[in-house]
């Protein structure tokens, strides 16, 4: 079946394996005469391509798109964008013990149950090289949004244990530490904490946040296409996320009624605006102006060389190590991906939604 | 837009609000041949009926469902079978107070911001009476999936601060208290617990746990179709769900990767299974034969006696206390509309990948 | 699976057998704030109702419509709006013979192989009353299309043999005959054709014309969402349709490309525009500013006294006659099915191609 | 917006221009297991191949398929199949001069008023070139189709007045002739008559048939998703396409109920079948085991070189002769095409009507 897409009007279809020829995304129902150029898409496909630091594989990927279609004389034309990522470095590793048993925490085996055999080299479509056609679709969703004054800042809340301090938050600071983190002394700390998680070759997860900022009031339809119901949904299509919140999240189950609804009142221009943003943005499913505020939990990457149990392609049980080159944490290389989620998601919920502006 | 469809082979509609003349659900898609009657739904409404206990609105809501098309002498045909349920106490009550000002919490401002007025009378179509039709037609797809062996099992985990506790946790007690809480004594707690918060004139939210067995391995699409973000999806669709997470959730971004992932192993009947179940029953997006096993964080109700500052609809600041009938609490009678999200996902999610079998 | 549903933002699903307690059809993503009354609906229902002329069923159908949701204060509030026609006189009647073989020319057989069994009760879900919930929605599609000055008009070309004369095309003609023919003396020529018919216990088919003005250019996307294409779907999902052709049709596939292309010339106002219109308003699928002219072929009515060759449940070969009060002709009633479905059809494609204004 | 797919389960989005670097396809939903190879696609795309008669553009388009994705050692994964084409030949023409006017019976203008510009190159994505991405879809359906014993026969049943006679129809004649027509005299004729045409500067329609044998019972959705308004839509969508007519359809018109209905007989293997096929092999939208039998109207190339009045990009009336290398006739080219719609859409239905079998 389908699920390779996504979108109504703004529809994202990827495709590609790890080791494949290519990976890439068709972007349909983009507008026309936007400018767009291979160069707005690499600025975000860079910021998730390995080897950047001690914290990444040292796997080298280039990861260079090309816009095959729906591009003229610098321009969208409204016809559907084929954005293509060479895989370049991936032919030449054996993949044959791989194909012997499933990796704990992989989707091998759910592949194997529901296909009847897998594609197993480098964990096929089921690899982090999937998200190249989300980031590279993202990438022009948030061009767009940012024309209209609505802007996306994600970065790493906490890295296994280590989490930022609120007080400390430096947003100059994210692009500085490898691990996308608004906060210097945490950003420490998780290097710290990471490099004993080397050591016992072991892996770490952490928790991504995501704040939309310009979002007007009235995006997001009642009932099922809920703004925040679309956004849960997208963001849970990423293979490590486990958890996904808005505004207080959990929290909010703990609260009381006076201490999580968020008080109106008259803002600098006369507005309407909220007091407080407890809610996170989203009131009954339909922003209501304030910002966007998420959260989604990154579980810790699965490739560990720590021996563990398994079962092999005889039905028997057995020990392995992953080796390799593997991210003792995934957590910096999916901001992006959580970044380019959302602004596919909120994108297509903006177009949908302006029909009742009709 | 539209929005209030869900679902690509098994299709729910719902329309319907709060004070109209009538609620109710199109089901489109389901197979011919399937014995049902207004019995089989009704059972399902009635776990969501109010004034069943303290802690619910005194609020007196027949809601007995109508079955007007889709079944012919006591079988589902093939053709879209039409749910109603009349509204019949809700005409009475004068709602132009409401309409003057926007209830912390709730829709009311979205809405206006969205459409320029709103239905008024009672939340209108944000109110939670819209999951009427969504537990009608949640009824139908659960006993699809029961005879396929499926079972679904949806509980209060925590009210407030009170939570179960798993050393205690016992099925049979889940019907026995006014807050479907498998633990008896949590569930005392929680009455004292809300006593307070009524007596604060305050509310309380909470958390629910839904466990499906049964599902056999292979069922979801990779990518965007993710058996686990199409669960996010239809759960964070229900108005005040703030939080989900699957498996160990939130605490799997502060594992590492040795205690979160899940060993394979060989089962009792010579099958491929998991040791443990950090994953909650999904492994790359497509079920692996474990237990489904997710968490939905409601926040308390919005609608409190307690004094609040708003904003009126001349745009001038004011106090509210809302009055009236409410429900110091949503979350036990939110239990069976997660249910009802989980059962009318995963049947459609059964259908859709059933081609893969193909 | 489901299938009771179309289009994407302007989306209407509808239910109900011939014989059931009820038919409606629910109608989501209509805008916010248009002024609409159940006598906005009736107007539309009153076209197909029968028993208005010798040549339709003396059938008494009231087909009385209720709004239950989705109206507040006469306007429409952007939520769905819920429909239903109340089945009134059609409990009665024995169906029991009719289960016990096939119609030729009806759905009988295909309902029974594709669910196993079949509402046999005046055709169930492949009754001809199906049509209710279309011209039910319709209504709201083409009162929102007048509003922007897009026009519909549908009449009969012809019935049998017997074709209008464009030399004496009269639109006020169209509501003065049993017809719906523009040209009062094919009208009387095709009521002496029916007489005959139904003398020798036959039924008559014809082609049904519609007419779409003040449509601007640039509706319908590209590919497969082509608005011809999309139009060819919603008219050939009308029970009866067998063929379907827009400006020239079959015509075009004789004609040379010198005689078939529409040369372009500027307007009154300055305006680039066709200066024929072989075309019928559509180029590459997008409208082109001129009328949209299409056709649609409507088979004679199956249900004949005539004897018959047919099958019955035990597998054996008989013969049937249909008695009983059946159209002679369904294309009059036909007429504004046909529009509702181009009206449903038109405002979905101009609410999609809104975005490219974006 | 979107409008680049099509196809529920198994679905299909094409991409490219032209004259831009590829054009191609996504075909997501493929089952797993098939066996897939360059080869199984490029026999369908040969056949859509120019320069193969003195009746087809003598531009050379090599048009070689690669699978970037979806087929692992041979065979389809279940994964999206991402296919591409490689445009060769396009670059080097200069095509400023077209971009200055409106090229009547092409979509120029309209994709200027519904983008604000266009890629005029070849006519972009409006071009005949954009059907590639559908027959490299088609050619995997058509595998899958006749693993299941579906096969479809596609040819020319007329060019201009110049109609094949039935009584002459020979299916191994029809790639024999450069028209693909099952009647060697009528192929004939329609050389002489294309002789004419090219002389006089001008082009040629024609009608395509499309036969599709093996069909099960039971396939197709009532109501909106009927397996003949699906199939309309699909080869409506294909560029040139005027009319859509199934079984007798235009003729059915003007036949009586006696004449159209089939009767129900037993066949020889004990099975209900019809005694004739008037209908097409659809009643009530689902299939009913009879051959499905539809046609199309092709227009006429709207490419000539005769002189023709147009409007340019200043709004002046001018005159265009649209000289170089175009098909007089593009019925031949289109049958393929057909055929890969045909494909498409039946495979998608079978799969989505498969539920009922649940």
Redesign the interface.
């Known amino acids: 079946?389908?699920?390779?897409?996504?979108?109504?009007?703004?529809?994202v279809?990827?495709?590609?394996?790890s080791h494949?020829?290519?990976?890439?995304a068709?972007v349909?129902?983009c507008?026309?005469?936007i400018e767009l150029s291979e160069d707005d898409i690499q600025v975000y496909l860079d910021r998730r391509k390995p080897g950047q630091s001690d914290y990444t594989t040292p796997r080298k990927e280039d990861d260079s798109v090309?816009?095959?279609?729906?591009v003229?004389e610098g321009?969208t034309?409204?016809?559907?964008?084929?954005l293509?990522v060479k895989n370049e470095n991936q032919r030449s590793k054996d993949y044959s013990k791989v194909a012997g048993y499933?990796r704990?925490?992989?989707?091998d085996?759910?592949?194997d149950?529901?296909?009847?055999?897998?594609?197993y080299?480098g964990g096929?479509?089921?690899s982090g090289r999937?998200t190249i056609g989300r980031v590279a679709a993202g990438a022009i969703a948030a061009k767009i949004l940012k024309s209209k004054g609505i802007n996306i800042l994600t970065y790493t809340k906490?890295i296994?244990?280590i989490e930022i301090d609120k007080s400390r938050f430096n947003k100059e600071e994210i692009f500085k530490n490898p691990f996308y983190m608004p906060d210097k002394q945490a950003a420490q700390e998780a290097g710290k904490y990471l490099d004993e998680?080397k050591k016992?070759e072991?892996?770490?997860?952490?928790?991504i946040e995501c704040v939309i900022s310009g979002v007007?009031?009235?995006?997001?339809?009642?009932?099922?296409?809920?703004l925040?119901?679309?956004l849960?949904?997208?963001v849970?299509?990423i293979?490590a996320v486990?958890?996904?919140?808005?505004?207080?999240?959990?929290a909010?189950?703990?609260?009381?009624?006076?201490?999580?609804?968020?008080?109106?009142?008259?803002g600098k221009n006369?507005e309407?605006c909220l007091?407080t943003n407890h809610?996170?943005g989203?009131?009954?499913?339909?922003?209501?102006?304030s910002d966007i505020v998420f959260r989604a939990?990154?579980?810790?990457?699965?490739?560990?060389n720590?021996v563990?149990?398994?079962?092999n392609s005889m039905?028997?049980?057995t020990e392995v190590s992953i080796g390799g080159r593997h991210d003792p944490v995934i957590v910096p290389r999916a901001v992006v991906v959580v970044e380019a989620m959302a602004a596919i998601t909120l994108l297509d919920m903006l177009?949908?939604?302006?029909?009742?502006q009709?």
């Open positions: 079946m389908a699920g390779s897409s996504i979108g109504k009007i703004f529809t279809t990827t495709w590609g394996e494949g020829e290519a990976l890439g068709v349909d129902g507008p026309a005469g090309r816009i095959l279609s729906g003229f321009k034309t409204g016809c559907p964008i084929s293509m499933y704990p925490g992989h989707a085996y759910t592949f149950a529901k296909y009847g055999f897998r594609d080299r096929g479509r089921s999937e906490s296994g244990e998680c016992e072991d892996s770490a997860g952490g928790v007007p009031a009235g995006i997001g339809e009642p009932v099922f296409d809920k925040d119901a679309a849960a949904k997208a849970f299509s293979g486990k958890g996904f919140e808005i505004g207080d999240g959990f909010a189950a703990k609260a009381k009624g006076s201490e999580n609804n968020d008080e109106f009142t008259i006369g309407v007091a809610c996170g989203v009131l009954g499913g339909i922003s209501c102006g939990a990154v579980k810790p990457t699965p490739s560990i720590k563990q149990k398994t079962v039905g028997e049980e177009f949908v939604s302006d029909i009742n009709y």
